[in-house]
T-cell receptor, first 113, second 114 residues
Framework: DQQVKQNSPSLSVQEGRISILNCDYT??????FLWYKKYPAEGPTFLIS?????DKNEDGRFTVFLNKSAKHLSLHIVPSQPGDSAVYFC????????????FGRGTSLIVHP | NAGVMQNPRHLVRRRGQEARLRCSPM?????VYWYRQLPEEGLKFMVY????????ESGMPKERFSAEFPKEGPSILRIQQVVRGDSAAYFC????????????FGPGTRLTVT
């Protein structure tokens, strides 16, 4: 039972264009969301997070949008760069006893020069 | 400030042997988490520890797996009598607190059981 779903295993984008990575969740107790980036043979690296009291958080080229009613969040990368090519994991944590994040399966982003 | 360190990076074990994975958290971090990533899967939580205490082991298989985080030294994830299905990447993460903080991950240990 996947509580955090990343339905697109892969995404291919041209350099300079926008990359949009999507994530859906099912657990209403989740109220804190994170995105991690992972290169091959490395551990995940924290990218950006958002609390459920907000609907948008921006950090440079990265923006995360949260739609609580739809239980959906997305990560926008603009402009995309070849160095952004990596696997992106969405994670969610919440109240109700555990703050340990639940991870999605990841989306592999390829940015073509 | 060194990041999270894991060793070994690669570990090969025959079925039935023991695997011991080590994790040194970032300096100043007292919270350690272990995750497992199977091929084509996301990160699955296994266990959360603080110094000398297991806080949450709800993701840990009931048999053969154990973890510790002693007062001195690294956190250890131990897998006894390994089977082929244990082959995976094992990641350790640390954080300075537990609530609403991002975790910092190590490079992982890739375990291969032959």
């Amino acid at each position: 039972d996947q509580q955090v779903k990343q339905n697109s295993p892969s995404l291919s984008v041209q350099e300079g264009r926008i990359s949009i990575l999507n994530c859906d969740y099912t657990n209403s107790m989740f109220d804190y969301f994170l995105w991690y980036k992972k290169y091959p043979a490395e551990g995940p690296t924290f990218l950006i997070s958002i609390s459920s009291i907000k609907d948008k958080n921006e950090d440079g080229r990265f923006t995360v949008f949260l739609n609580k009613s739809a239980k959906h969040l997305s990560l926008h990368i603009v402009p995309s760069q070849p160095g952004d090519s990596a696997v992106y994991f969405c994670a969610a944590s919440g109240t109700g006893g555990s703050y340990i994040p639940t991870f999605g399966r990841g989306t592999s982003l390829i940015v073509h020069p | 400030n060194a990041g999270v360190m894991q060793n070994p990076r690669h570990l090969v074990r025959r079925r039935g042997q023991e695997a011991r994975l080590r994790c040194s958290p970032m300096k100043g971090h007292s919270h350690v988490y272990w995750y497992r990533q199977l091929p084509e899967e996301g990160l699955k939580f296994m266990v959360y520890l603080q110094k000398e205490n297991i806080i949450d082991e709800s993701g840990m298989p009931k048999e053969r797996f154990s973890a510790e985080f002693p007062k001195e030294g690294p956190s250890i994830l131990r897998i006894q009598q390994v089977v082929r299905g244990d082959s995976a990447a094992y990641f350790c993460a640390s954080s300075p607190g537990h609530k609403r903080v991002e975790q910092y991950f190590g490079p992982g240990t890739r375990l291969t059981v032959t």
